[in-house]
């Protein structure tokens, strides 16, 4: 066959490499580094290797020393070294002690201190550990008194640990020595190659690394608990904090990551490109988790539960699994710059569930994708803030502004699209073809995509166009008619957005028409279609018998809101119960609660199918969909602040299925846990909450279900939420009983959910103040507990002020803070004044960094959706 040559594209997104020459202009005086300028410096630098020493004492301090050498390739202009922050002690170049300016973001190395070809320059310095999480993070742990550290580099914090060219397309290998205390486990890329001792200190020497961009490389210090298993190819190891051992299933890991890593090496067809598998969970983590490579990070927070339910599980091993494939696709062919980062993130996302779905007992994970990661993608996507899946990324500021369900989930679905369309076996080719013709080096999208064309035989630059370089999602919808009890004139439409977001799409679906028959609904017939354009004839379904039910992207290959015809939609309302495939059913639901947002179904009329059917459920993984809908829906009710009867019955009426359903599923763990966590997240009545109480005092049966100190926590939680009398002695007396770090964040979200306008009134200035004693993570923490929905009037007292505040701490706080105060402290309390007071900051607002300007704007819109679900209630609104 012959390949088709894919041109390269003309459509921008990445931008070009600014030309290396003797008018270079003079890097940008900032914390971050421009595009422009990391690709002058790639330009002239090559052939970069780190010599890393490092003293590490527990102290608040560490000190460190650089070797780094580099080919250059004119002495033209001055050379940067980012290094963030640190008190540097000399600098010397090729030898000699030189003077350099150093602006505490980066140092600059005059030229003629330089030589065209190799350079070889040593940095001695000293710094803070970090405590945000970012850079070589340090914590003391509150149950012991032990001192743990851990790197985190994505996108540019590597410079916040050693002097470097912190930028992916300067790999570089890296060879470490790290003299640490004697209890102290020292990880890093590679194992260490001795261990000797030193004083009250061990200094560990470890094996130069292979080439790696430097946010993948890492390095962890700590007296780590630590479990290992060499049953596989690889060996592999497990840390944790050791006052959470007890906790740590370490078995279940192992045995997760051997499946994972015969299922890549397999699907890939290249062996891991790393010589061993370390998984650290540690504490205070920004992040689910990251694929440094060979020794991988994992929040706390998450993975370090106890007792894991099956949902839990499901969970851990997807992370496992994403990162896994980060390993081959990310870590040995990595991004050239931060507008790559999408692809990393999306194939991840991809594969992780694919790796999942079939390595594990998870083979629901394709239906578990698409109730969670795409329904945040769609969501997203109909914001009015969506944006393109590539887009450019100007400097390292914005490398993170498009963390978000767009990046993964919508870029994971145009990928698994994708497969569809060119078949699992050529996209697989594809893949391999890829990662070896671009292993250990950088590349980009085009590289990709043209890659996977030639494997395919076809010219992907359209398909490119459409989906990753232009925002929204399409929706598609069936139109037939019926005549003597059979489909006519079948087609199927696809309309756009509207005429800021004109795109329609290449896509194959699989439309399928059912009929109930029986007390079921049967398939009638599935027909695959490849449709463009705004109608697709679909003849093959002409004559089958009059459907019930049509529902054009059965078994979800497509990336698409589905509309259904009247009277599939009635079909869906009436039902559900008779709706055997999960998949199915998941959908059906979703088309009901697309119906709610979209404020064309009442929420009251949801609410009341939900009260008939979610008892029923009995797919484990759908039910935890639905009882979240649930929740949702008692948010909205709750946000809208209805002081009725309605109000009332509808909150007990709630109450009592979530009850009903713990007391069903006495002796089934699993299931009991989804309808406990209901009862606990939506219990308003006196009955409920003094029942919550008498469950944490041992003095009220809970059903059998297992209160686990994390779910202690959060009863108490919400009865501070309820301002349950005795509530705060109750914090007090947990923090007591649990002492540790996870403890101390809990009882901090306990309090926060207090409703006391002088509490919250200290809260906002804790969260707010840049120079508060509260370390991030309970910053963080308290902002997404200090107002719950149904607490409107208090946050209202604020709001104003709140908003007036957010440029000036906008400009004074850094990304990473505000990454979380803009999604969840931007006053929204579901009312018509609420959303003028979002639309004139939105008017006035124009300077914000981008992302809290898309926060702002994104809780605008979602405000408005509250009001317009309010309006649509056919029960009581006063
Ligand atoms: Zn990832």
Redesign the pocket.
């Known amino acids: 066959m012959a390949l088709a040559i894919v041109s390269a594209f003309a459509f921008g997104g990445a931008a070009q490499a600014a030309p290396a020459s003797k008018s270079a202009p003079v890097r940008a005086e900032t914390a971050f580094l421009s595009q422009a300028d990391a690709f002058a410096r790639s330009a002239r630098i090559a052939n970069v290797d780190y010599v890393l020493d490092f003293t590490l004492t527990g102290k608040e301090t560490f000190a460190g020393t650089t070797t780094i050498s580099f080919d250059l390739k004119d002495v033209d202009s001055a050379v940067t070294l980012d290094l963030n922050k640190a008190t540097v002690k000399s600098v010397s170049v090729n030898g000699k002690p030189v003077e350099t300016r150093y602006n505490n973001w980066f140092i600059t190395i005059a030229p003629a201190d330089l030589v065209k070809g190799k350079n070889t320059v040593t940095v001695a310095y000293e710094r803070l550990h970090s405590t945000n999480g970012e850079g070589l993070h340090r914590m003391v742990d509150p149950a012991d008194g032990r001192v743990y550290t851990y790197s985190h580099f994505e996108p540019a914090a590597a410079q916040q640990m050693f002097p470097l060219f912190d930028q992916p397309d300067l790999k570089a290998s890296y060879t470490v020595s790290v003299t640490a205390p004697k209890d102290w486990h020292v990880v890093t890329t590679t194992r260490e190659t001795k261990v000797d001792e030193a004083g009250a200190s061990r200094r560990w020497t470890f094996k130069q690394t292979k080439r790696l961009s430097p946010y993948n490389f890492s390095l962890h210090a700590g007296p780590y608990q630590v479990w290992e298993d060499n049953s596989g190819k690889y060996p592999m190891r497990l840390f944790a904090r050791q006052s959470l051992a007890k906790q740590i299933a370490p078995d279940y890991w192992f045995k997760q990551t051997k499946a994972g890593l015969g299922f890549f090496e397999e699907y890939f067809g290249i062996p891991y490109p790393f010589e061993k598998y370390d998984q650290l969970i540690v504490p205070d983590f920004l992040y689910g ?3 440094n490579a060979g020794a991988i990070t994992f929040a706390e927070a998450r993975y370090s539960v106890a007792d894991m339910t099956a949902e839990q599980k499901q969970s851990l091993t997807e992370v496992i699994m ?2 896994m ?2 390993q081959w696709f ?1 870590n040995l062919v990595t991004m050239k710059w931060w507008n790559g980062l999408w692809l ?2 999306s194939f ?2 991809f594969m992780g569930v694919l790796a999942t779905n079939e390595s594990t007992e998870f083979n629901s994970s394709w239906q578990k994708f698409y109730q969670t990661g795409k329904q945040s993608a769609y969501v997203q996507d109909q914001t009015a803030s969506t944006h393109p899946i590539e887009v450019p990324v100007p400097s390292t500021a914005n490398a993170f502004d498009n963390i978000d369900a767009i990046t ?1 989930s919508k870029g994971g679905s145009t990928l698994k699209q994708l497969r569809h369309l060119l078949g699992e076996d050529v996209f697989r080719k594809g893949v391999h073809n890829y990662l070896v013709k671009y292993s250990w080096q950088n590349a980009t999208l085009d590289d990709f995509i043209n890659t996977l064309g030639q494997t395919a035989g076809r010219d992907l630059s359209g398909w490119t166009k459409e989906w990753l370089y232009h925002a929204g999602v399409n929706t598609i919808a069936a139109n037939y008619s019926c005549s003597n009890g059979k489909i006519k004139d079948f087609t199927l439409s696809q309309s756009a957005p509207g005429k800021d977001l004109p795109t329609l799409r290449e896509q194959r679906v699989q439309v399928a028409a059912f009929k109930i028959e029986n007390g079921k609904l049967a398939l009638v017939k599935n027909v695959p279609v490849t449709y463009k354009g705004a109608r697709t004839a679909v003849a093959q379904l002409n004559g089958a018998a009059c459907p019930d039910l049509v529902y054009p992207n059965y078994q979800d290959w497509g990336y698409a809101k589905v509309q259904l015809d009247g009277r599939s939609f009635d079909t869906a309302r009436t039902r559900l119960a008779q709706v055997d495939d999960p998949l199915l059913r998941a959908m059906l639901w979703q088309s009901l609660w697309d119906g709610v947002r979209d404020a064309k179904l009442p929420l009251n009329d949801f609410i009341t199918v939900a009260l008939n059917n979610a008892p029923q459920e009995k797919d484990y993984t759908l039910l935890g969909d639905v009882l979240g809908k649930i929740g949702q829906s008692k948010s909205y009710l709750d946000a809208m602040n209805l002081d009725n009867a309605y109000a009332k019955q509808t909150a007990a009426a709630l109450e009592k299925m979530a009850w009903d359903g713990v007391l069903a599923h006495k002796g089934s763990t699993d299931f009991q846990r989804r309808w406990f966590n209901l009862y606990v997240s939506v219990a308003s009545t006196s009955e409920a909450l003094s029942r919550l109480a008498g469950i944490l005092d041992g003095k009220v049966d809970a059903a059998g279900v297992e209160i686990s100190q994390q779910l202690r926590w959060s009863i108490v939680a919400h009865l501070s939420r309820y301002d349950v009398a005795g509530s705060t002695a109750l914090i007090e007396a947990e923090s007591a009983r649990d002492k540790s770090d996870a403890g101390q964040i809990a009882a901090v979200a306990a309090s926060a959910a207090r409703p006391d306008a002088k509490a919250k009134a200290e809260w906002v200035k804790r969260i707010e103040d840049q120079k508060s004693p509260l370390p991030f993570s309970r910053a963080r923490t308290a902002m997404y507990s200090v107002f719950p929905p149904e607490q409107g009037k208090l946050d209202e007292l604020d709001a104003d002020a709140r908003l007036a505040r957010l440029p000036a701490l906008d400009k004074a706080a850094g990304p990473v803070f505000m990454r979380a105060y803009a999604t969840t402290m931007i006053p929204a309390t579901c009312t018509p004044q609420s959303v003028q007071r979002l639309s004139r900051a939105a008017d006035q607002m124009k300077d914000l960094s981008a992302f809290t300007r898309r926060s702002l704007l994104d809780t605008l819109q979602s405000d408005q959706r509250c009001v317009a679900i309010k309006a649509a209630l056919t029960a009581p609104k006063g």
């Open positions: 988790a990251m694929e994403h990162e494939a980060h990310g990393n993130e991840a996302s993964y």
